[in-house]
């Protein structure tokens, strides 16, 4: 069940919009954060600086997180998550890229990703992502116990 935000670290502002648009078709609504970098997102994960009230900055029950990022990549910002010695670990992470190439993939899960989705190339494919996202990830899946 749906246990708190989504975040999605996302820089581009086109897909950004995308995946907004399709999280809003479905119903019930789903929180959502969006943070633009890698640096920004172990910030907000970490409950460091402007993100240290967790009653206004959450943690999220999963992340969307892509590779390409500024700052920090979606590798070292899972690297960095799976490193924590809190509950932060068991943090459920989800790669959504557009990179399809194995050696990302093979990548995301030696680093501890739970799932690599590689974003769709038209809306009609994103809606059905994100409602089966939504369906497994907050719906079905049982999640860890997290910081909060």
């Known amino acids: 069940m749906i246990d708190g935000p ?13 995946i907004q648009r399709a999280f809003a078709k479905i119903k019930p609504f789903v929180p959502m954060l969006r943070l633009t970098h890698g640096d920004e997102a172990v910030e907000y994960l970490a409950g460091d600086g402007p993100y240290e009230n967790r009653s206004v900055h959450p943690v999220p029950c999963v992340v969307l997180l892509d590779i390409k990022l500024p700052r920090r990549s979606g590798f ?73």
């Not at 989504?6 to 995308?18: G, I, P, Q, T």
């Not at 932060?88 to 989800?94: A, C, E, H, T």
């Open 76 to 148: 070292e910002v899972l690297e960095w998550i799976r490193a924590q010695e809190s509950e932060l670990k068991r943090l459920p992470i989800i790669m959504l890229t557009s990179s399809a190439h194995q050696a990302d993939v093979n990548k995301a899960y030696e680093l501890g990703v739970n799932s690599y989705l590689v974003k769709p190339s038209n809306n009609s494919e994103l809606e059905q992502l994100v409602s089966t996202f939504r369906n497994y990830w907050l719906e079905l899946n049982e999640g860890p116990n997290l910081p909060g």
């Open 6 to 18: 989504v975040l999605l670290v996302e820089d581009d502002v086109s897909d950004f919009r995308l």
